[in-house]
């Protein structure tokens, strides 16, 4: 049975390792494809250099230093599944390390699909983000000088050492976590195999075989059995490459994955060694017609101790991650809704506020607000300084218009899907925000001898999240969710309310000013004095849909790690439950004889059992705060989760073990 047991646990370690090695290759390949080897990130937040001039200097340095360079970027069409490829230069890079038919990618995660693009086709995508590269260091120094001459923020991403990323993808990753736990659920397996075998174990001692000779044979029946699981994991994984992803991606993983597995296969072997050494049969143990129960029990404890420990690493993950999907699969339906709304990049802004254009400018605004192409969200204390006290208890304080309420489905005075506005009288705002308020809002409106303006109303949100736009998102800025805001709804032509100049065009330009149909734009700025003044057009999602991307393809392996923490707590709580009747089997069997119950006579030991599980879930608890830096509220509720799950492990387990020792005892099998 335990043989089975080994092997079954061996091939879940495998499979494991397998979808790391694979996630692994799937992650180099996305982040330094076609051959790159580092990374730089660019913020184009401050620059007013138009954007197809970027893309030309850009190309023109590509080319200049026989470079390759990249920009992975998902599709804002199917943010879920679609990543693309844009490529600088005029020469389209070597296929290194990538499957690419004609221009169609076929990434290794087989839940992508994607194309190799030139620049000529990047649309509206961001030029901010980050790029990957292979040049040598002339290419570094004149990307530098050009970014530093177009007030382009750049930073050379440095490389991590090979200690940071086996760490990483150990301990903060879900997969790295699933190994972890089937790596001890595994050593767990063996030590119960040991313990199993050890009478006899023992009686070859007693027959003459040395005790080196015991420790070979014993070490290697238990890799025998992993090499099963091994050939068969090895075997299933590229099975599952070669018909769930593409037989021709085998190459490209084959010697990682090899390489990975027979190191997995040597640690087993060395620790199962060092088990068989630590519970090696003696003489001693024989005259007292005894198995060396002690190390044993070491074992046990070790194990007790590190179970909690990656419990405790593991657990916290879980939740929050089941806390964020909850968020994101919210957040879903409104990404969809917003993954085709784009944003204006301007330089210039002083034309646009001559006396002479500012009407057409208007004109423009005006004619995109009736079309229903525009929408105003501005998070003001994202934009301006301000003091705690002057928030006065909100968390944020934004102005927007009737078009973004009615894209989050947010109800004025009425229950929406998204929440509710609720009115507020502006004479019962604190004196701090008051007087601020007071003295930027006239700033901001045609009206400014009048506070509060005709067309703004104030309401307070009562719902989950608040979507609103911080200056610059897209580019550099992520978007805010807000839980307790101050709104300031501008109710009405925004041009009959708000000033144009000052106001309007710097919002158009941060990015706080937003379209829905580009195309619509497109034609609008056709004809427009704007025109001249605009440098690019870009997409506001595209940072959240990444990240949303990438936390989907985490979670379900967080959940796999969980199912085999616990299978391995109560596996570990098993085995210290039988090595302490193993060792208390007379006693237990004294104490039940005379009428004590088994509650009675395990209760000093599980007693010292909740104490181990509260000093180490305490050890615990701190290691897995420093790994993730998870909220307190998190790692107190899983702390209490493990707590009490091993200790209902270890109390059935105690029970149980209690019993099959009185019986053993009993009918003298002991």
């Not at 090695?21 to 080897?37: A, D």
């Not at 839940?111 to 901010?128: H, N, P």
């Not at 003459?208 to 992993?226: L, P």
């Not at 509060?452 to 992520?478: H, I, R």
Request: charged letters at 15%.
């Amino acid at each position: 049975m335990l043989k089975r047991v080994v092997q079954l646990t061996s091939l879940i370690c495998v499979m494991m390792l397998s979808l790391l090695i694979f996630q692994y290759t799937s992650l180099v390949q996305q982040r330094l494809p076609l051959g790159t080897t580092n990374q730089f990130d660019l913020n184009l937040a401050e620059t007013t250099i138009a954007k197809d001039q970027l893309i030309s200097d850009l190309n023109r340095l590509t080319d200049q230093y026989n470079a390759i360079v990249v920009k992975t970027s998902v599709d804002p069409e199917n943010y879920n599944n679609k990543k693309d490829i844009i490529y600088f230069g005029t020469a389209k890079p070597a296929f290194h390390g990538l499957l690419i038919e004609q221009k169609e990618i076929k990434w290794f995660d087989s839940s992508l699909t994607g194309d190799l693009l030139s620049t000529a086709e990047i649309g509206t995508r961001s030029l901010s983000g980050t790029y990957a590269f292979n040049a040598g260091k002339d290419f570094q120094v004149a990307v530098n000088d050009w970014a530093q001459q177009h007030q382009i923020r750049i930073l050379f991403v440095q490389e991590p050492s090979i200690f940071t990323i086996v760490y990483a993808f150990l301990f903060q990753n879900g997969t790295g976590n699933a190994v972890l736990a089937s790596l001890l659920l595994l050593v767990t397996t063996i030590i119960t195999w040991i313990f199993q075998h050890a009478k006899a174990r023992s009686i070859r001692l007693l027959g003459g075989v040395k005790a080196g000779k015991i420790h070979v044979e014993d070490t290697t029946t238990i890799v025998s059995f992993v090499f099963v699981g091994f050939l068969l994991g090895l075997f299933m994984s590229l099975g599952y490459v070669g018909v769930i992803k593409d037989i021709r991606q085998i190459p490209l993983v084959f010697n990682r994955l090899l390489l990975c597995l027979v190191l997995f296969l040597i640690v087993v072997g060395f620790i199962t060694a060092l088990l068989s050494l630590m519970a090696s049969p003696k003489a001693a143990h024989i005259a007292k017609r005894q198995i060396p129960l002690k190390r044993f029990s070491v074992m046990g404890k070790l194990s007790h101790v590190l179970v909690i420990i990656l419990s405790l690493i593991v657990i916290p993950t879980i939740i929050t991650s089941i806390l964020i999907t909850n968020q994101l699969s919210k957040d879903y339906a409104l990404w969809d809704k917003m993954h085709n709304i784009v944003r204006l990049s301007m330089s210039d802004l002083d034309s646009l506020e001559q006396e002479a254009v500012l009407p057409d400018v208007e004109d423009f605004f005006s004619k995109m607000q009736e079309a229903n192409n525009l929408s105003l969200s501005l998070v003001i204390d994202k934009a301006i300084f301000l003091e705690p006290s002057e928030m006065s208890g909100y968390d944020h304080i934004i102005m927007t218009d009737r078009a973004w309420i009615d894209l989050l489905e947010i109800g004025v005075e009425t229950e929406g899907k998204g929440g509710k506005l609720i009115a507020k009288n502006v004479k019962d705002l604190p004196d701090e925000l008051a007087s601020f308020l007071k003295g930027q809002i006239p700033l901001w409106t045609k009206h400014n001898d009048v506070y509060p303006a005709q067309g703004l109303t104030f309401y307070e949100y009562v719902g989950t999240k608040f979507l609103a736009l911080p200056p610059n998102v897209g580019l550099a800025g992520e978007t805010v969710q807000a839980e307790n805001p101050l709104v300031i709804l501008i109710d009405g032509q925004l041009t009959d309310i708000v000033k144009t100049k000052g106001f309007l065009i710097s919002l158009a330009s941060s990015g706080n000013i937003v379209f829905f149909d580009e195309n619509h734009l497109q034609a609008a700025l056709a004809n427009s004095v704007m025109k001249p003044s605009i440098t690019s057009i870009n997409g506001i999602a595209d940072v959240a849909l990444e990240t949303a991307q990438r936390f989907k393809q985490q979670y379900v392996y967080y959940i796999v790690s969980g199912i085999l923490i616990v299978v391995t707590m109560f596996l570990t709580a098993i085995l210290n439950g039988r090595l302490w009747a193993g060792t208390n089997g007379k006693r237990i069997f004294t104490l039940h004889t005379f009428g004590y119950p088994y509650t009675s006579i395990i209760r000093p030991a599980l007693k010292r059992q909740l104490m181990t599980i509260i000093l180490t879930t305490i050890l615990g608890s701190i290691i897995g705060y420093f790994i993730h830096y998870m909220q307190l509220s998190v790692i107190l509720l899983s702390a209490l989760l493990v707590g009490i799950l091993y200790w209902l492990g270890s109390y059935i387990s105690f029970q149980n073990s209690a019993k099959q020792a009185f019986y053993r005892t009993s009918h003298r099998h002991n």
